[in-house]
């Protein structure tokens, strides 16, 4: 019998005061795709993508104004591959 590939599920994590801190995919727990993290008053404050659970390409940090502050290309670790 083939073996059935886990589909990606929606994830939400919220600050204490209920606001949402960080929403993206996982495959059995482990994040996949695209996500994105949000300081409490909802600007975004990072977002990347995952492969196989560890950042890959290129992640981008936002100011507080919501504003492009910097990114970051993640490099594969030693052992892995691209």
Same mark, same amino acid.
């Given at each position: #019998? ?6 990606? %599920? &929606?994830?939400?994590? @919220?600050?204490? &005061?209920?606001? *949402? ?5 996982? *495959? ?16 975004? #404050? ?8 560890? $950042?890959?390409? &290129?992640?981008?940090? @936002?100011?507080?104004?919501? $504003? *492009?502050?910097? *990114?970051? %290309? #993640? ?8």
């Amino acid at each position: #019998m083939p073996t059935r590939k886990a589909s990606p %599920r &929606d994830h939400i994590e @919220y600050h204490k &005061d209920g606001s *949402v801190w960080a929403r993206g995919q996982t *495959v059995n727990g482990v994040p996949t795709g695209y996500w994105e993290w949000f300081r409490l008053d909802g600007t975004r #404050m990072r977002a990347g993508y995952f492969e196989n659970g560890e $950042q890959a390409g &290129d992640w981008t940090t @936002y100011d507080k104004k919501g $504003q *492009v502050y910097k *990114v970051t %290309r #993640m490099k594969p670790k030693p052992g892995k591959a691209s």
